[in-house]
């Protein structure tokens, strides 16, 4: 599902598109539109190369041991995983972890339940190799003592990417109480802190409102303002390791999310629900993307977009993210922090060095991502106009 639309993407009653997690996660993800997973994923080999060369976090004398926080349906999971198994020397023991009501909405099946057969089939194709069956844990990260591994054991790496958002779903009318939002997140941290080997590093990936090197941060600071939708989670979560004792470091990178080029005319009619259903494809790949950035599915019976048609503030929230969508051409800046965290001192070290190679070395990993963006463009099928908007040739920030 993450390259484009299934065919029956359009026909489906524009709210339950809308109210479903799956279906604007994809349409976000689309490699062809959005670079963030391909930047990451070239960090995340850079990072592994380093990793292996320095001697950090991956065992020597055995397989290593993985655990992938909120692992999602598992496609991406394979993805990252195949990738870094070519610099373990032993292979990975693999566990995942979910909350239990994490299902795939096509299928029915837990997101933990997904991921261990897609890791188990990677495994059987060759791509990654398992030194003991895959392991899939639910478990709620933020609240209760749910443990994300069987009792005694340990992982060498964590990887946390795009989960702590989350943290606000189960607040209810505490959802934008700092105090309630920084316990689930202390809360989190400390379940992977309890099962995090002391040579192991957690790596964590969260977009961030960071704008300390001068690259702007357009997604989730806009959105912040309208749902609430936590843009510093890089920031509580520094904050929570350093209380515990343990070591950040940082390697911050914005990626283009393209937008669908529309007239003037179009975009007012996004701010209207009673046109949604007679939305075209472009439109309402706009309508998708808007929804997925205002970053609010925890009401199954209204998704974030009705939510603010009903407090009024629709339109003043599609046209926050119109002017800055026009301003840069088709699309908007994405920014995450890719966090390096480190429980001894020693590993720090090292992970600080690699840190700061890794953002020596962004320019080159920005056009690695633009070209493989071209690629995925050639070959998308797709048949709404953000073709049109994304062929002008997107040039990478820095
Ligand atoms: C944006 S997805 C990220 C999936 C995957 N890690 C990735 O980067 O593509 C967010 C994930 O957080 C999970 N999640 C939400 N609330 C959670 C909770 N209370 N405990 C554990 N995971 C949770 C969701 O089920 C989903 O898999």
């Given at each position: 599902?993450?390259?484009?639309?299934?065919?029956?993407?359009?026909?489906?009653?524009?709210?339950?598109?809308?109210?479903?997690?799956?279906?604007?996660?994809?349409?976000?993800?689309?490699?062809?539109?959005n670079g963030q997973k391909i930047l990451q994923a070239v960090l995340m080999r850079a990072a592994f190369r380093r990793f292996a060369e320095e001697r950090v976090a991956i065992r020597q004398d055995g397989a290593s041991t993985i655990l992938d926080v909120s692992c999602g349906p598992g496609d991406f999971s394979v993805a990252w995983a195949s990738d870094i198994a070519k610099v373990l020397p032993f292979g990975m023991i693999f566990y995942c972890t979910d909350h239990a009501a994490g299902v795939s909405s096509t299928t029915?099946?837990?997101?933990?339940t997904a991921t261990v057969k897609k890791i188990r089939t990677a495994a059987q194709r060759g791509d990654l190799v398992l030194a003991e069956?895959?392991?899939?844990?639910?478990?709620?990260?933020?609240?209760?003592?749910?443990?994300?591994?069987?009792?005694?054991?340990?992982?060498?790496?964590?990887h946390w990417s795009h989960s702590g958002y989350h943290v606000r779903d189960a607040l209810g009318l505490d959802k934008d109480q700092s105090l309630a939002i920084e316990t689930?997140?202390?809360?989190?941290?400390?379940?992977?802190?309890?099962?995090?080997?002391?040579?192991?590093l957690i790596l964590s990936i969260h977009q961030t409102r960071d704008v300390s090197d001068g690259v702007p941060s357009q997604m989730m600071p806009?959105?912040?303002?309208?749902?609430?939708?936590?843009?510093?989670?890089?920031?509580?979560?520094?904050?929570?390791?350093?209380?515990?004792?343990?070591?950040?470091?940082?390697?911050?990178?914005?990626?283009?999310?393209?937008?669908?080029?529309l007239h003037q005319a179009d975009w007012e009619r996004l701010k209207r629900p009673a046109e949604w259903p007679r939305l075209g494809p472009a439109e309402l790949r706009n309508l998708l993307l808007l929804n997925f950035c205002a970053y609010d599915f925890s009401d199954p019976d209204r998704a974030a977009l009705e939510k603010l048609a009903k407090t009024g503030k629709l339109a003043s929230f599609i046209d926050a993210f119109k002017a800055v969508v026009t301003q840069n051409d088709g699309h908007l800046l994405v920014k995450c922090a890719f966090q390096l965290i480190a429980k001894s001192q020693d590993v720090a070290m090292k992970l600080k060095m690699i840190a700061g190679q890794l953002r020596?070395?962004?320019?080159?990993?920005?056009?690695?991502?633009?070209?493989?963006?071209?690629?995925?463009?050639?070959?998308?099928?797709?048949?709404?106009?953000?073709?049109?908007?994304?062929?002008?040739?997107?040039?990478?920030?820095?």
């Open positions: 599902m993450i390259n484009g639309l299934k065919s029956s993407y359009v026909q489906g009653p524009v709210s339950a598109l809308l109210r479903d997690y799956d279906t604007c996660f994809a349409k976000f993800l689309r490699p062809s539109c029915g099946e837990r997101y933990t069956a895959p392991t899939g844990i639910d478990a709620d990260l933020f609240f209760g003592d749910d443990r994300l591994m069987p009792s005694g054991k340990c992982a060498d790496v964590i689930g997140m202390n809360t989190a941290i400390g379940k992977m802190w309890s099962v995090l080997d002391r040579q192991g806009i959105s912040r303002r309208y749902s609430g939708v936590l843009d510093d989670v890089p920031e509580l979560i520094e904050r929570q390791i350093a209380r515990l004792g343990g070591y950040v470091a940082s390697v911050n990178f914005a990626t283009p999310l393209f937008f669908a080029k020596q070395d962004l320019p080159t990993f920005l056009r690695q991502m633009a070209n493989q963006m071209d690629i995925e463009r050639d070959g998308d099928q797709a048949s709404d106009r953000v073709g049109a908007a994304s062929r002008s040739a997107y040039r990478p920030v820095r």
